[in-house]
């Protein structure tokens, strides 16, 4: 990626921190003519907004977005909007930026936070609240990502937690349906891992401790012939905008990681010809990608999310002048930041795929 | 990444597939007086090279690499190539282009290769050794990152095979030194691996079968400092570099997967003022990487290489028409594609290393 | 360049249309650490606001600058911000959007402007205010380049407006001082060419007619080696930042054109060592630049502005039916679009630098 | 551009040295399924070729070119070869590198050549032939350009000599056909100019003397649509693209700096319906781009190439010491490199449209 600008034909820009008083993105290269509605790009970042349980951060944001350019409204229905084909700038305000002691922090560096790290970067370091690397910054990907969701026809791209901790749930279990439910506070599509996850949790939060997590997104009506051979293979792409998230320490496509202990004929998704005139794959390990090429099969992506290290127990460290020191979080954080990640994830594959829709309609004519 | 071109300001374009004439690439933003031999690009070239041993494709090329530009010989010193800071292009010639029946492949669809992918992407595909998903590419990609390594000052990338299917190395014997012995057919550097990987890939390959593999490479001496918090995280650009590479599936960095599973307290690398005037850090489940930037321990990624599909036993596809058929791979193919992929795995960590450091010195003047 | 995106380290992507809520730009690249205030941004945007003088339009816009990210207040001065390192996102919000009735001008394709050509592109068109081809896009990009004038220590890029149609300025009388001269409306340095320039203007502007201008910039204190050879030469950079401006249909560094017409004996700029012991150039024909890149002396380029098609005389034309119309522009425009051009051409200058600053620093490590 | 790399969906990325084994280019992001001949492109090459008049440097190079990749043949006819949607490299062997006495120049920097910029950009120096900066390396651009040709269908790009020195053509004698007329060393479209500029080259010729030109390219049959209204108009990128080339210091589309001197009637270009059901421009002041966007009119370019600073004349200067010296340039040179400019401009022309064609597709599926 270049910098902060992620795509090549449907490309991203993100801007801000956590502590400014706004962050937002600007979408450059979107098709004119997409038709939504503001409520579109509302109702995803709904779902990432903290504050919505007690298993995520108590901050509380509104997360309002403001389109600011690219768009006109359909004269017959002012709710409709219309992409121009310009860039659109998309800004979410900062409200809840509650001011509390940072004297601390500002001269410690925190284990397994980037502190040290920014420093040895940037030579400053906007301590407050994460600066860039705040979760906060992820509303951003998810606007942008309720757009990507527009640009390709019958795209759907959905995401799942499926562990946490050393808890996993039961995949014999799974209803998508079931993600939405307002007694789901975990993006789980396992119903019964909800009391298991929330007595898990519990014990973690009231320890002062986090725990990692597992998340999978899976895209249905993928086209085939999205990416490419190499160096812009459909599942790279995913698996960069991934683990350009904050705290994203792995990403597998397909089975993933499985594959390296299977043999050919365990891996290799057999095919028939289907009713419909399409291929019919009789197994799907390869998550969605051949050779990098998307091949009508759902794209299955999974990606791995560290405990955030803002936790209660002191942790041994040193100070900005090479002093040993004690470090010790307060604040308000999320036991397990991987939960609010689904959505995120989700907007960045609907990116990966919406930018490969228009590389494979620019170099091939052949779809569109 | 754009098309077939991988890194910012250190950039690596590759060509060439496997039954045209030559393949190569062009390393372009190269630093000026780097110094270097051509047996240092060729040493790693030949560590690479196939039919070195009877777990590798018998093909036999040469991969003898030529510079066709971007460099002078010293005066004194003619066996001295220097960079300009121009375009270096290096160019291996295909030379055992065996000729066989190709009619049949021509026109089915291997299943878990990327034919029907292709064909769906292209329109027409170049199906002789795999066109350009052939192995053979990833020779451009060791000449580039033989190059690579020669950027940063005191940097050194090694990797290792850490398990092959359902085997793993015992970590305790581990030791560099023994991964380049002559009787270590396997980049492992457990010793005691080499029997048990032998009589399970000879089983294997006797029955015409395939299998996956993991490697692990290592960074070291890379500065505190590279990266970004987000975008283009060092460890994000890593991983995109890795799943370049044919039948990659997953990548992870540090702990990886196993951080999903952890606390915060098990996770965060506690720090302690060393001795030589640099923090310490008492562990390394980070990978050498916080927030996308590096902290100067060793920067650690693994990869999973899927089992190659191309198998003696027969499995069910399609034609071109839709018929149905059973398709079977005769000819030479590597039983674990993944054994050769230790030095692949190391150009490319070593280019997103060079290309980094570059950045960093570009934007923040702090190095070099 | 890649959409609204220039620059590869020092990045600039620009967003919004003349009739949206607001405009703006996200630097992206910026070196930590750089100091500035708010007024230095402010400072040059008042310098292109309309709004000053008979000769431009009329719109009143404040067109106040709000930085929304990538800073933070020296604690010891609120006044001063320090880049972070990370994206700095600038807002200006648009308030003199002036409702009038578009009705005629949605339907036809005025002569000379961009109407025709965006349907036919994008098949959607805002034409309101010219949309994003509107002058109050050039905002962006002179706060984007107040920015980037911080950037490279020392250098100091000043524009002039060296011709208005057919009356040119007399160099002899060149007076840097005199540009920014409150009784100046023109940019001209000129001090006699403004009494010729008012009544020349007044006489188009009172005939509803326009006409075009040109507009040279310079460059000083440039350090010697920015650029290259071939494809990223600086003059080359320069060129492309100044056609991105609307309305700008020639480019020419240094003599340019006129070294059409030169033998080689006039056109190379001889060389003795200077008492500074810095080479000294004894004309500076090249404009600065040799071989795509700068040599030290002052970078120097000049644009051409073709006067605006919104006149008063009617014109012919079709509407979107194809029917024969005769189009006549009302509403308030700029006699002369090249006057306000020259705070716009400083700051492309200024950011085409800067980034070849950074570049050359990333490749090289040769300065800063 | 980024490095040696241009285009963003049809990326040109070229290397070499006029003193290396070959130099070449890899057209990466062609379309699948594009047929030519190998001729088609060696026709274009031997265009550019050197020694073919006296009035052009007497170095001679067959320039044949080699097709390493990216392409098939067609099983019917061995002469036609497609593209197969992969990198595209194409090589020219570098023949007639005769050997001579460069060591003064290697000490001194030529007046009005790169080799002062070139020791501060690297602190080293490929001073044989013009290094990076030899007219050779347009050979690559050539070779990428007659590929470009083949994208667009139906595309004509031609170029012609408009002026040499202070000699014009006479535009009524225009004739596309002569200017591939075995008796026309000039490119030039006005047979009567033949004599005069034979005459004033001998005379420059004789005297070791050189002089600047002006080339016209003119592409038909652009489809409307192609470019966009700012940062990336397809006025700009062709200016960027005809920029890149040494030794060129201006550009201008349509009536480029003429349109500075004109007003707002003179210059619009009126329209009316056609017979055709497309519109009909009356004249075609903007050269085929209205707001950076292609109209479906001729696209019209002109680029101003100095005179080369080789001449027999002795110049002051300096060494790399700083030691005064007179420099004289012995050997092969083109008295009026211009010359030969107009079939790489053609190139550089195709390749802008090809790239945006390509562009419009994927952003908007309006077109192919």
């Known amino acids: 990626m270049s910098h902060n600008t992620f795509g090549h034909l449907f490309r991203v820009t993100t801007w801000g921190e956590s502590h400014g008083p706004a962050l937002g993105c600007v979408v450059d290269g979107c098709p004119p003519g997409i038709r ?5 790009i509302q109702d995803d970042l709904d779902r990432r907004r903290p504050g919505q349980s007690r298993f995520v951060t108590q901050r509380r944001e509104p997360d309002q977005v403001r389109i600011l350019s690219g768009v006109v409204s359909d004269p017959d229905d002012e709710e409709i ?41 940037y030579g400053i370091r906007e301590y407050r609240g994460g600066g860039r690397s705040s979760a906060r910054e992820t509303a951003a990907r998810v606007a942008a990502g309720a757009l990507a969701r527009k640009v390709v026809p019958g795209v759907v791209v959905r995401g799942a937690l499926v562990s946490i901790g050393v808890k996993d ?11 939405g439910d307002e007694n789901n506070p975990f993006f789980t599509p396992d119903p019964k891992s909800v009391p298991v996850f929330e007595e898990y949790l519990d014990g973690l939060r009231k320890a002062g401790s986090s725990i990692g997590a597992v998340i999978e997104i899976v895209a249905e009506n ?39 202990r299977m043999t050919g004929e365990e891996n290799a998704d057999e095919m028939r010809m289907g009713n419909d005139g399409k291929p019919l794959f009789l197994s ?7 050779g990098g090429i998307s091949t009508g099969q759902p794209v299955i992506a999974r990606f791995a999310v560290k405990p955030t ?28 930041v991987g939960i609010r990640a689904v959505p995120i994830g989700e907007a960045m594959v609907s990116c990966a795929i919406a930018d490969h829709y228009l590389r494979h309609r620019g170099q ?3 779809i569109g």
């Open 36 to 40: 939504f509605k503001l409520s579109d």
């Open 81 to 121: 909007l219309i992409t121009t084909g310009t860039p659109v700038s998309m800004m979410i305000e900062n409200v809840d930026q509650r001011s509390k002691d940072y004297g601390e922090i500002a001269r410690q560096y925190r284990p397994g936070h980037a502190d040290y790290a920014y420093d040895m970067k």
């Open 169 to 179: 749930i039961d995949r014999a279990n799974w209803d998508w349906d079931y993600i």
């Open 222 to 260: 993928v086209p085939a012939g999205l990416g490419a051979p190499l160096y812009a293979k459909l599942d790279q792409e995913i698996a960069s905008n991934l683990m350009s998230i904050n705290a994203v320490k792995g990403v597998e496509i397909g089975d993933g990681f499985a594959t390296a």
């Open 284 to 290: 799907n390990h390869a998550g969605g990608v051949l």
């Open 309 to 336: 290290s803002s936790i209660l127990t002191p942790r041994q460290s040193i100070d900005v002048d090479g002093n040993p020191v004690d470090v010790r979080t307060k604040g308000r954080h999320d036991p397990c």
């Open 364 to 366: 091939t004519g052949r």
